[in-house]
Structures are given as structure tokens and as C-alpha cells.
């Protein structure tokens, strides 16, 4: 991996992490097209660069993180499902992400549900995180789990679980931001320990990529949450939902054609 793929990569996470389109599936047309061989450093990276995206959250709320203890115990509460079953399916969810397919396949079934999810729950009573009950706040982490399976998007799974406890798009879309900071600390964490306990070691030059590409995925997620959240208020998911079909066919359409998808 040099320079402008990392740069590309760390573009692709900032714009995807927080939108419900699944990262995931565009990092593996990305990296296909650019041909990054699948190598502990890389696949190091496309986690790490996760951190940059966490201290956009951190940043653009950086007051509801003070506000109160009881914030911290709903995202653990939130949290406690996925690190269960994180641990639990740890190599089932290895092997599901060396399947192209299934990222494929979740990406259009995703898409066809938010073309609709809109219309499926009744009017929104909860409209700030303060108002999410514990018991409502672990029915999103169960949702979260979802996100797993590749190609699900960890933000669609947890902004439609958000919606279907009556929280508004807003607040489901904000709270989902929240729980992505625990999520993909603990993920990276894991992913760091597995990667010195395989022992691989990051050279000075790939630590000069990993930095800068984190301060770039920091730039970009900052303003797509910004955006996402008016664009969302104002048009729903049906565009989220028409493109995540688009990219599954395509990605489809490239695996019948004899392309060899690498999964980073």
C-alpha cells in the first residue's frame, strides 16, 4: 500500500463509516480496483483508520459527552451485545468476511429495506438521547450485532433498530454515532493485540501512513455526519437504499465476471 492508496482508503472510510451504505463493501471495490494485496499491515489499516472517524464524533459532540454519567452507561449497556457475541462468533465473522457474496448479497437486501423502513414505524416519541431507556438501549445493541454480517453497515443496522424502539431519525442517527465510539475502540484495540501477538510489527513509514490517514478519515466523517444528519431530516433513506443495490449488483456483477474481490 503506498501513500495515495492509504489516502483513498482513509477518503472511502470517512464518507462510509457513519452513512448506512456499508464501509465494508466499498473498501473492497476500492481495494480491488486499486489491486492492495490483503496483508496483516493492510488489514491493520482498515481498522485503525476507524480512529480517526471516532474523534470526529468526539469533536462534533463534544458537549453531550459531558453531560452526564448516565450518557456512558446507556452506550455500555448498548455496547455489552456485540462485545458478547463479537467474542462468541469471532471466527464465524472471520470467515463471512472472506466471502465477497455475502457482503454482496447484504448490501441489496439492506438497500430494499431502507427503501421502505420510513414508512414501517409509527411516529417517533423519543427525539434526544436523554429520553432511551437502558431497556431501549440494549434493544439497539442487539441490532448492532447484526452489523457482523458484512455488508450490513453497523450505522443502518443501529439507526433502523433506533427507529424501530420509536426514536426519531435524528436521534437514532445521533445515538448510533455514539455507540460507533466504544464499538470501534474495542475493535481496533482487538485488532491491534491480535496483529503484535501475530508478531507483525509497524515499520516508521507505515506509522506516518497510519496517522495521516486518520487525520484525513477525521476530516471527512466530520462533515458527513454533518451533512448526513440534514440530508437525513429533510429526504429519509430511500437514496441510501437505491444506492446500496447499486453497489451490491455491482459488486455481483464483478464476481460472475471473473474478478478475484479481495476482502481487506
Known amino acids: 500500500m503506498n501513500l495515495i ?29 486499486m489491486g492492495i494485496a490483503s496483508d496483516p499491515f493492510v488489514k491493520l489499516f482498515t481498522i485503525v483508520i476507524q480512529l480517526g472517524a471516532i474523534l470526529s464524533v468526539v469533536v ?13 452507561y446507556k452506550l455500555i449497556v448498548a455496547f455489552i451485545p456485540a462485545a458478547i457475541f463479537g467474542v462468541l462468533l469471532s471466527d464465524k465473522i472471520d470467515e463471512l468476511l472472506e466471502s465477497p457474496m455475502t457482503v454482496a448479497i447484504s448490501l441489496v437486501i439492506g438497500g430494499f429495506i431502507l427503501l421502505f423502513v420510513d414508512k414501517w414505524f409509527g411516529e417517533a416519541k423519543i427525539q434526544d438521547e436523554e429520553d432511551i431507556s437502558y431497556g431501549t438501549a440494549l434493544k439497539i445493541g ?7 454480517i458484512p ?6 443496522a443501529t439507526i433502523v433498530g433506533g427507529m424501530s424502539q420509536k426514536l426519531s431519525r435524528k436521534a437514532a442517527a445521533e445515538f448510533s454515532f455514539f455507540l460507533a ?7 481496533t484495540a482487538k485488532k491491534l493485540l491480535d496483529f503484535y501477538k501475530d508478531g507483525n510489527t509497524v515499520t516508521g513509514d507505515q506509522m506516518q ?6 487525520v484525513i478519515a ?7 455526519i454533518k451533512t448526513f444528519i440534514g440530508f437525513l431530516n429533510k429526504n429519509g433513506f430511500k437514496l441510501f ?14 464476481i460472475y465476471s471473473g474478478h478475484d474481490l479481495q476482502i481487506i
Open 209 to 214: 501512513i497510519l496517522l495521516f490517514a486518520n
Open 151 to 156: 455488508g450490513t453497515s453497523r450505522s443502518a
Open 142 to 148: 442487539f441490532f448492532q450485532c447484526l452489523a457482523m
Open 60 to 72: 462534533l459532540y463534544f458537549k453531550r459527552f459531558f453531560r452526564s454519567l448516565e450518557f456512558y
Open 218 to 224: 477525521f476530516v471527512v466523517a466530520l462533515l458527513a
Open 5 to 33: 492508496q492509504a489516502i483513498i482508503l482513509a477518503v472511502i472510510e470517512g464518507l462510509t463509516e457513519f452513512l448506512p451504505v456499508s464501509s465494508t463493501g466499498h473498501m473492497i471495490l476500492a481495494s480491488s480496483y
Open 181 to 187: 465510539v466504544p464499538t470501534m475502540f474495542a475493535a
Open 241 to 254: 437504499g437505491w444506492y446500496r443495490i447499486i453497489a451490491g449488483v455491482i459488486i455481483i456483477l464483478l
